[in-house]
C-alpha cells in the first residue's frame, strides 16, 4: 500500500519541525509539504492532493478553520487534524468536521494515536465496528429523471440510479449504481432541491445520499461517522446530528 500523503501547516518553524519529527514516527506516512500559512496550504492541497492535513488554527492569511472550510469544498474526503494551543477553536474546528484536535504542547504517544486512528479509516480492508442503520420498512421509489447542465451540455439521469451527491473539486459530483459520475455546475443545494427528499438525505453539508444504498456506518472523528455506500467506492460523511435524524426517519 502506498504511503498516507501529508500536509503539515504551522506559521511557526520549531512546531513545524516536532510535527516532522512526530509524522517520521510511523511507518507508512510521507510529509509531502509544509505551509507557512493558510493561503499556502491551499496552493499545496490543491497542487499535492494530501490525504492528511495538520493545521493550526491561528495563521496569516486565512486561518486554519477558513483554509479548512475551502478544503473541504475542494476534496472532503481529506482528514484535517488541527494542532492548535488554543481550545476555545475546537467548536469552529469541528464545525467543518475535524477528524481530531490536538491541543500544543502535544505529547508524541497523544498524535501518533491519532496517526494511527487515520491510518485505519483510510484502510478500507479495516474492520471497524459498525453503528446500526436504521432500516427502511420497504425501499423508497425515487421519481423522474435528473437534467444535469455541465460545460459538455446536458445529461439525464434516472434519479433512481443515483447513489452520493458530493462536493469534488469545486463542483457537485454525482455517482450513480451504474458507475457513472456526473459533474455539473450547480450547487449541492440546488441539486438537493430537485431530489425526492424521502429517498436523497443530506447527511453533511458536502455531501447527500440516496437512503436505500447505505451499507453501514462506523465512527470517523468525534462526533461525525463514515457511511458506506452499495454499488460505489465513494464514501459519505454524516454528523452526530444528522445520524440521530436519520434514526427518527426510520423509527
Given at each position: 500500500?502506498?504511503?498516507?500523503?501529508?500536509?503539515?501547516?504551522?506559521?511557526?518553524?520549531?512546531?513545524?519541525?516536532?510535527?516532522?519529527?512526530?509524522?517520521?514516527?510511523?511507518?507508512?506516512?510521507?510529509?509531502?509539504?509544509?505551509?507557512?500559512?493558510?493561503?499556502?496550504?491551499?496552493?499545496?492541497?490543491?497542487?499535492?492532493?494530501?490525504?492528511?492535513?495538520?493545521?493550526?488554527?491561528?495563521?496569516?492569511?486565512?486561518?486554519?478553520?477558513?483554509?479548512?472550510?475551502?478544503?473541504?469544498?475542494?476534496?472532503?474526503?481529506?482528514?484535517?487534524?488541527?494542532?492548535?494551543?488554543?481550545?476555545?477553536?475546537?467548536?469552529?474546528?469541528?464545525?467543518?468536521?475535524?477528524?481530531?484536535?490536538?491541543?500544543?504542547?502535544?505529547?508524541?504517544?497523544?498524535?501518533?494515536?491519532?496517526?494511527?486512528?487515520?491510518?485505519?479509516?483510510?484502510?478500507?480492508?479495516?474492520?471497524?465496528?459498525?453503528?446500526?442503520?436504521?432500516?427502511?420498512?420497504?425501499?423508497?421509489?425515487?421519481?423522474?429523471?435528473?437534467?444535469?447542465?455541465?460545460?459538455?451540455?446536458?445529461?439525464?439521469?434516472?434519479?433512481?440510479?443515483?447513489?452520493?451527491?458530493?462536493?469534488?473539486?469545486?463542483?457537485?459530483?454525482?455517482?450513480?449504481?451504474?458507475?457513472?459520475?456526473?459533474?455539473?455546475?450547480?450547487?449541492?443545494s440546488e441539486t438537493e432541491a430537485r431530489l425526492d427528499?424521502?429517498?436523497?438525505?443530506?447527511?453533511?453539508?458536502?455531501?447527500?445520499?440516496?437512503?436505500?444504498?447505505?451499507?453501514?456506518?462506523?465512527?470517523?472523528?468525534?462526533?461525525?461517522?463514515?457511511?458506506?455506500?452499495?454499488?460505489?467506492?465513494?464514501?459519505?460523511?454524516?454528523?452526530?446530528?444528522?445520524?440521530?435524524?436519520?434514526?427518527?426517519?426510520?423509527?
Amino acid at each position: 500500500m502506498d504511503n498516507i500523503r501529508v500536509i503539515i501547516a504551522d506559521d511557526n518553524e520549531d512546531m513545524r519541525r516536532i510535527e516532522r519529527k512526530m509524522i517520521g514516527k510511523v511507518e507508512g506516512f510521507e510529509l509531502v509539504g509544509e505551509a507557512k500559512d493558510g493561503l499556502e496550504l491551499l496552493e499545496l492541497v490543491e497542487k499535492l492532493h494530501p490525504q492528511i492535513v495538520f493545521l493550526d488554527v491561528e495563521m496569516p492569511g486565512k486561518t486554519g478553520v477558513e483554509a479548512a472550510r475551502i478544503i473541504q469544498d475542494m476534496d472532503p474526503s481529506i482528514i484535517m487534524i488541527f494542532a492548535t494551543a488554543h481550545d476555545q477553536y475546537m467548536g469552529d474546528a469541528f464545525e467543518v468536521y475535524a477528524f481530531d484536535y490536538l491541543i500544543k504542547p502535544f505529547k508524541v504517544d497523544r498524535v501518533l494515536r491519532t496517526l494511527e486512528r487515520a491510518r485505519d479509516r483510510l484502510n478500507p480492508d479495516k474492520d471497524e465496528e459498525a453503528l446500526p442503520v436504521p432500516a427502511a420498512p420497504a425501499p423508497r421509489k425515487a421519481a423522474a429523471r435528473l437534467m444535469l447542465h455541465h460545460k459538455e451540455g446536458v445529461s439525464f439521469v434516472n434519479t433512481a440510479d443515483i447513489v452520493l451527491v458530493q462536493r469534488e473539486d469545486r463542483s457537485t459530483v454525482i455517482y450513480t449504481s451504474g458507475g457513472e459520475r456526473y459533474v455539473t455546475g450547480d450547487s449541492l443545494s440546488e441539486t438537493e432541491a430537485r431530489l425526492d427528499p424521502a429517498v436523497f438525505f443530506r447527511c453533511h453539508k458536502s455531501y447527500i445520499i440516496n437512503l436505500n444504498c447505505i451499507s453501514n456506518i462506523t465512527p470517523y472523528g468525534r462526533w461525525t461517522y463514515v457511511v458506506r455506500l452499495k454499488g460505489i467506492q465513494q464514501d459519505a460523511l454524516i454528523t452526530h446530528e444528522k445520524y440521530e435524524e436519520l434514526e427518527q426517519l426510520f423509527s
